[in-house]
Each structure stands twice: as structure tokens, then as C-alpha cells.
Nanobody
């Protein structure tokens, strides 16, 4: 069983950058597919990015080209580097992980059914 804790959120101006972290304990990410989702006020949860255990990365169209997902060599921390932030990126960001390897954009539907989620970290982008 893996436990996930996010950090790195905050308040940033439009065009700024943030790097979110998701630390895994109990297990490492080496046997998991993992990713990031977000929920903006009064909106449904939205897929942001996913990384398979062989390193394949997939992004939603709304963030592609501005955001990069990665996992450190120790497979204990997953990152979300966010650049050129926009007010519409304002949301609570959650990391999730599910045991098994799933590669491909559509794997976010499988991932979001996971029981393993972090508590979320708030990102606010001011205009």
C-alpha cells in the first residue's frame, strides 16, 4: 500500500512557474502508474498528466507544452513542473497512483479509479 503526500502549491502570478511534488511512502513508484489531477472550484476533477512505470508521459490538451511530469531516480517522488501558468490553472492538485503499468493517454481513466490519492495542494494563479 502506498501513501501519497503533495506539496509545492501556492500563489503565483500569470506566466509564473511552480513545481509540485508527490512523495510516496510505503511503496515506491517503480511498480505504479501515477499522475496528477486537479479540481477547480465548482468544476469536476480533471486529468492533468500521467507517467507510466517505463517513463512514458501523457498530458491533457489544456496543459500540453506548459507542464512536465517526472519521477526521480529513487522512484520516491513524482514532480509536476508547471510553467506559463494561467488563471484557469487555479485548482487543487492531487496526485494518484495505481499498481500496474498502463501506457497511453486513455490510462487516466484507469488511474482515476485508484484508491491511492494525496490530500491535495492548492495552486492559485492571479491575473
Amino acid at each position: 500500500q502506498v501513501q501519497l503526500v503533495e506539496s509545492g502549491g501556492g500563489l503565483v502570478q500569470t506566466g509564473g512557474s511552480l513545481r509540485l511534488s508527490c512523495v510516496a511512502s510505503g511503496r515506491t513508484f517503480s511498480m505504479y502508474t501515477a499522475g496528477w489531477f486537479r479540481r477547480a472550484p465548482e468544476k469536476e476533477r480533471e486529468f492533468v498528466a500521467l507517467i507510466s512505470w517505463n517513463g512514458g508521459a501523457y498530458y491533457s490538451d489544456s496543459v500540453k507544452g506548459r507542464i512536465a511530469i517526472s519521477v526521480d531516480n529513487a522512484k520516491t517522488t513524482m514532480y509536476l513542473q508547471m510553467n506559463s501558468l494561467k488563471p484557469e490553472d487555479t485548482a487543487v492538485y492531487y496526485c494518484a497512483a495505481r499498481q500496474g503499468n498502463c501506457s497511453g493517454y486513455g490510462c487516466y481513466r484507469w488511474l482515476q479509479e485508484s484508491n491511492y490519492w494525496g490530500q491535495g495542494t492548492q495552486v492559485t494563479v492571479s491575473s
